[in-house]
């Protein structure tokens, strides 16, 4: 069995008592990486020297002083490529940021060195995480360890993948709509999408930026918590952070579901659930009640309007986030172009993808002068709405439960040519954007072989109440350590 | 108005003035707000530069300085304000965006009086915003057919308040004056050095003509590109006389962007109507909204310093000085310092007033220094000034030593004491020299004494020739008349 089976907690437990050193732990995962990723494409860039080096130094720290080294101290973890890394090259999946070399990190990978983590590389994603299957990266596919004919989700594809085949021990992913909570669900890991302002987006190249959040993908309940509890927090360098307790992740984790009130979303049951999750999503109910958790139905009676009101407001952000991708400082430029208009044409058009510039067009025309109050005004408006859906369930129940997709991983191909059939892929998670609450998925069970999620909402700043739910799922469950095909190593 | 004499038409101007704040560092970020002379690229940060993933951070000290400038020019302050995102393309604009103010800027409605020819005019303020300045472009030779230009982003997120005057104005002179005063108050409150060539004020006019007596707006031509008092005023003359010539031909202006040439001395047209930018406002998701509390709000207007209307208003009722002389000491907070240091100190005003206004300006305008810059503190001119007071120095001399103290830096009262060019108003040194006078100048003494009194001035010429502008000018007339008895003295 591989180290990177198991969870961060005994894993930082073995590293203390000296059963094995970071290093060792490291050229593991990047052997695991060598051998495995070729088939499943999670990885955009490995970073061996700057793992082991992080690797070398975390074994003196935990040498020096075992007791006080942190517990994410000598663990091996990676970031999706929307995430800064400085002196390391970041795409965001996209030709446009090819080449493109920040001068800083993003703040989340500032904390989690100074932890100690090991950087193991940058990972695959959607093109500026604009997508639900990591088919719109410029650079791969990133396939599902499950079956190399479906999807990995996405957008942060890569960042689950690479969970589920046990290449790192928990990965970074950004959230806009979904974009953590679907692939964790394909891919059978724990993603969790945290409270709007929880967690810092310095650094984190935008896609909408009233919408994203970064959040942690890893192979179990506690070990998301564990992540999250080091990067949540208010950063001076992020004015839409929140100061907020962060020790119930932890703290209240283990407290049960006995007397908790969980609310079924009587409209997330009615757009066309495939049965197989269905199946799991109503097992894992009973599995809940059976630990005497109280389930009500609750209504969200504003979601049918949601996805459009989501694709309104978020192509509008990206339309004004990607104008400064305009080939001046960054990427391959305009070789060639004699005017202004021609450079910045042929940098935007040789850069971006269809889904891209299609996003950034819905977006421009949203926001120009004779159509923003149709459609800008009348999207935010609907927002709101949404969230007051959410205050209202919030009143009578403490967390709301639904499956995380309408279906499980679909195959490689079958949505692309459907924009509005991929879009309605995020229809359960982009509510929870759009109302800026928290939401874990966890595996719940399988349905043809492909792993299903358990989507757990939570109120505002509601994380440690998700993650307690998770956990005894998860405990029940008992699908967690089960290894998908393409993460069996050969050595 | 020259430009409109004997005409039906009446011009209607409103300024919309950009004003960088003196802030230490940038709006969004902690590069510094002083950027000139930095070599280029240096004064930046990912925030500044743009770079993917970076975000903005208020700069609570350019929220102050714009609350205190639309305080001083009787602003309202909302109690809810937010940024906006202005999203356009232009390679010194490193996001594709400007985070400004759109539809709920920091302050709206208020005023600003200004004084023209003797009469106060009262000029409205639509609004004070904030908003973060763009960088700078180098071109290869003329803009149009440059090989390549070249983008220094120092500047880029340094604070810009933006100032938009009602249209208001009704000549060129008007407008002119009107900037002045606006530049002179953001000068007093310490939010901008005033320095319009280097940029750091700037000045764009909404200008059209209607009818005399019209309530109706005419159609409105937008003037750029004017870097200076005099352009102002030239640029606006030139446009008001444009707009009359097209009018009075019965032609129709069309609404446009015109910039001032100031090689061809006019006006010439950029972009119309119909080429208009299309920013697609929208609120700024990087930064939430801001609330001013009214608590901050009068902390900031009791802050505010004597404005420059109330202290010229005070020198002519507490120091007794004429109009001209009051507006001219109280130009900048640094000339009403000195002069009021000075004052303290113990010289009469009228003295200190003529003195600074006279010999040490001079003297200053002559090296190119600002008054508070020169080696002369208003200490050293007090102790100076309270010898003239005193007589115990001529104004001739004063002005000498003056002049040798602005140069060295010495001290100028020092200097009479130590080589002696004290005034003489000892009667027998005094007499000594008139004896002398009128020995080498007998024909003098007889023009005099034969009725002609311009003799009498040659002959105390000479005696304070020889007293090196020492003696006493009283005694030395006193003594003359004495020696040189007149029939019917």
């Not at chain 1, 932890?115 to 299957?133: I, Q, R, T, Y």
């Not at chain 1, 058009?349 to 004779?370: M, P, W």
């Not at chain 1, 989507?455 to 290894?483: D, K, M």
């Not at chain 2, 500047?155 to 002045?180: F, K, T, W």
Request: net charge negative; glycine share 8%.
């Amino acid at each position: 069995m591989s180290l990177l089976e198991e969870p961060i907690r005994e894993l930082s437990r073995r590293l203390r008592d000296r059963e094995f050193s970071a290093v060792e732990l490291t050229q593991e995962a990047l052997a695991r990486a060598e051998e495995l990723d070729p088939a499943l494409g999670a990885f955009l860039r490995v970073t061996p020297e700057l793992a082991l080096a992080a690797a070398a130094a975390a074994d003196r720290r935990l040498r020096e002083d075992p007791s006080s080294a942190p517990i994410l101290c000598g663990i091996p973890v990676a970031y999706k490529d929307v995430i800064c890394t400085k002196g390391v090259e970041t795409t965001a999946g996209s030709q446009i940021l090819h080449g493109f070399v920040p001068p800083y990190s993003a703040t989340v990978v500032d904390r989690l060195s100074a932890l100690g983590v090991v950087p193991l590389g940058k990972l695959n994603c959607d093109e500026f995480a604009m997508g639900s299957s990591n088919e719109n990266s410029s650079y791969q596919l990133t396939r599902n360890p499950w079956d190399p004919e479906r999807v990995a989700g996405g957008s942060s594809g890569g960042s689950a993948v690479a969970v589920a085949a046990r290449l790192a021990c928990a990965t970074l992913g950004s959230d806009t709509g979904g974009s953590i909570r679907l692939p964790a669900s394909f891919s059978g890991v724990v993603g969790a999408k945290p409270t709007y302002g929880r967690v810092s987006r310095y650094g984190l190249i935008a896609f909408a930026s009233s919408l994203d959040q970064i959040g942690p993908l890893a192979k179990t309940v506690e070990d998301a918590a564990l992540v999250l509890t080091a990067i949540a927090g208010q950063d001076p360098h992020d004015s839409t952070s929140v100061m907020a307790p962060i020790d119930g992740f932890l703290g209240e984790l283990r407290n049960g579901v006995k007397g908790l009130r969980l609310g079924i979303p009587r409209e997330y049951l009615e757009v066309g659930l495939d049965p197989g999750v269905r199946e799991v999503f109503e097992q894992s109910v009973k599995t809940l009640e059976g630990l005497g958790a109280v389930t009500q139905e609750v209504s969200l009676p504003t979601t049918e309007y949601a996805l459009a009101a989501y694709y309104v407001i978020a192509p509008a952000e990206v339309s004004s986030n990607l104008a400064r991708m305009d080939g001046v400082r960054f990427g391959p430029g305009f070789p060639g172009a004699t005017t202004l208009k021609d450079a910045y044409e042929q940098a935007r058009h040789n850069g971006f993808g269809a889904e891209v510039r299609r996003r950034v067009i819905l977006g421009t025309y949203a926001l120009s002068s004779g159509y923003y109050d149709a459609y800008y005004l009348r999207a935010q408006k609907v927002r709101t709405l949404v969230a007051q859906d959410f205050d209202r369930a919030f009143a009578e129940v403490d967390a709301i439960i639904s499956p995380t997709a309408p279906t499980a991983a679909f195959k490689v191909g079958e949505r692309t040519a459907d924009p509005l059939a991929m879009y309605a892929t995020d229809i359960l998670t982009l509510p929870a954007n759009l109302a800026g609450i928290s939401g874990v998925s966890v595996p719940a069970g399988f349905a043809n072989g492909l792993p299903v999620g358990l989507q757990i909402l939570g109120p505002y700043l509601g994380e440690a109440t998700c993650f307690r739910v998770g956990q005894s799922l998860e405990g029940e469950a008992a699908v967690w350590n089960r290894l998908p095909p393409l993460a069996v190593a050969a050595k | 108005m020259s430009q409109l004499a004997d005409s039906p038409w009446e011009a209607v101007i409103g300024l919309e003035v950009h004003a960088q704040l003196l802030t230490k560092s940038k709006m969004f970020c902690s590069c510094r707000a002083d950027y000139l002379g930095l070599p280029p690229n240096s004064n930046t940060c990912p925030v500044c530069l743009g770079l993917p993933g970076a975000l903005p951070v208020i700069n609570e000290e350019g929220i102050r300085l714009t609350l205190r400038t639309a305080l001083a020019l009787n602003c309202e302050i909302p109690e809810f304000t937010k940024f906006d995102r202005k999203n356009y393309f232009y390679p010194d604009l490193p996001k594709g965006y400007q985070i400004s103010q759109y539809d709920l800027p920091l302050s709206l409605n208020g005023w600003l009086e200004f004084e023209l020819e003797g009469h106060v005019v009262r000029g409205g303020i639509t609004r004070v915003h904030l908003e973060e300045d763009t960088g700078t472009l180098h071109h290869a030779g003329e803009i149009q057919n440059s090989a390549f230009s070249l983008v220094d982003l120092n500047r880029a997120g340094v604070p810009l308040m933006e100032i938009v005057g009602e249209p208001d104005l009704r000549s060129a002179a008007e407008a002119r004056a009107y900037l002045a005063a606006l530049r002179q108050l953001l000068i007093y409150i310490g939010v901008n050095d005033g320095n319009m060539d280097e940029g750091s004020l700037r000045c764009d006019a909404n200008i059209s003509l209607r009818p005399v007596g019209a309530d109706a707006l005419g159609v409105k031509v937008e003037i750029k590109n004017m870097n200076s008092f005099r352009s102002v005023l030239r640029a606006l003359e030139y446009e008001l006389g444009r707009q009359r010539e097209v009018l009075d031909e019965g032609g129709k202006l069309s609404q446009e962007t015109r910039g001032w040439s100031e090689l061809e001395q006019r006006t010439v047209s950029q972009r119309s109507k119909e080429e208009a930018q299309e920013y697609r406002y929208f609120p700024e998701p990087d930064l939430p909204p801001l609330l001013i509390s009214r608590a901050q709000v009068e902390e900031v207007r009791s802050g505010l310093p004597e404005l420059p209307a109330a202290r010229r208003e005070r020198f002519q009722r507490h120091y007794g000085l004429a109009d001209d002389q009051a507006l001219l000491v109280t130009a900048r907070p640094a000339d009403s310092e000195y002069f009021e240091a000075v004052v303290a100190l113990g010289v009469t005003p009228q003295l200190a007033a003529n003195w600074q206004l006279g010999e040490l300006q001079g003297l200053c305008n002559s090296a190119s220094l600002p008054i508070e810059e020169c080696r002369v503190s208003p200490a050293a001119l007090a102790d100076l000034l309270k010898m003239v007071q005193s007589q115990e120095v001529t104004g001739k001399v004063a002005k000498e030593v003056l002049a040798t103290a602005f140069e060295t830096g010495e001290s100028a009262a020092e200097m009479v004491r130590s080589q002696g060019l004290g005034q003489v108003s000892d009667v027998e040194e005094i007499s000594a020299m008139v004896d002398q006078a009128l020995a080498r100048n007998a024909k003098a003494a007889a023009d005099y004494q034969a009725g002609n009194d311009r003799a009498l001035q040659s002959l105390v010429g000479a005696v304070m020739g020889m007293s090196k502008g020492r003696a006493k000018a009283g005694i030395v007339q006193q003594l003359l008349r004495e020696r040189l008895p007149r029939p019917g003295d």
